[in-house]
């Protein structure tokens, strides 16, 4: 059953990102670009169809994250205050096509220095190659601070309530946060369009392995050289290692 609910939840984040690239594009066709895992094509439309999926964007979707099932955590950003590193990480999961083939770029950025600490390109939803070594790496990168108490906001999708991944944030003290609608997550979702606009689709890009050099080189690139009006003209490392002196 959770299983369940934890593709369901992502679907809906997922069907919304192509329906806003895509507004006509029917349901049978979205699948053959989604092709979900463990769902034929029948039961996609029925969940098109279910959900208010079939044409526009859906337009209840605290429906879909509160199925049976479904882990919602409370939205701890709400008055938050963020003022230094490691206060508060927010994350998102986007997808990135190649040909005929959707793959899924999964980002942590911690919002006072805009660094991504964490990022994986994976072929599947699993949690096992989204959220979770995304959020091993960015725990990796702060290996020498104190995390504990850090918040980390997502979306409701299945991969930020998963199990295994809660195991690890209560592991480390981190605290989970969720937003119900995409725009509560704004900053994650800016970070998806500057990876992929700015870097990606300038690349000549056609496997999935040339996929994940270009997903890496690009967050390099944002990290160690992209200066920010918000950091001083800095880049995210630069800003951090001002900030550490």
């Known amino acids: ?104 770029l999964t980002f942590i950025i911690d919002k006072h220095t805009r660094r991504i600490l964490g990022h994986t390109t994976s072929k599947r939803l699993l949690t096992a190659q989204t959220t979770l070594p995304a959020l091993k790496m960015a725990i990796k990168a702060r290996k020498e601070q104190n995390i504990s108490g850090v918040v980390l906001h997502s979306d409701g999708g299945g991969q930020y309530y998963a199990l295994e991944f809660i195991k690890i944030t209560q592991q480390h003290g981190i605290l989970n946060s969720m937003c119900i609608y995409p725009w509560e997550n704004p900053y994650a979702e800016r970070i998806n369009g500057v990876i992929k606009n700015n870097y990606l689709k300038h690349r000549n890009i056609n496997t999935f392995e040339e996929l994940e050099i270009e997903v890496d080189r690009a967050v390099n690139l944002y990290n160690y050289t992209k200066p920010h009006i918000g950091l001083n003209r800095l880049s995210p490392i630069n800003f951090e290692k001002q900030y550490l002196c």
Not at 46 to 51: A, G, T, Y
Not at 65 to 91: A, H, I, K, Y
Request: charged share 20%.
């Open 1 to 104: 059953m959770i299983k369940h609910a934890e593709q369901e939840a992502f679907l809906i984040n997922i069907i919304q990102e192509v329906r806003s690239n895509h507004p006509t594009m029917g349901c049978r066709d979205m699948y053959y670009l989604i092709r979900p895992e463990g769902m034929g094509r029948d039961l996609f439309e029925l969940f098109c169809k279910e959900f208010g999926l079939m044409v526009k964007r859906v337009k209840n979707y605290q429906r879909t994250t509160d199925s049976s099932g479904v882990v919602r955590f409370d939205n701890l950003t709400l008055g938050l205050q963020v003022n230094m590193p490691n206060q508060l990480w927010v994350s998102d999961i986007t997808y990135y096509q190649v040909g005929d083939c959707f793959y899924y």
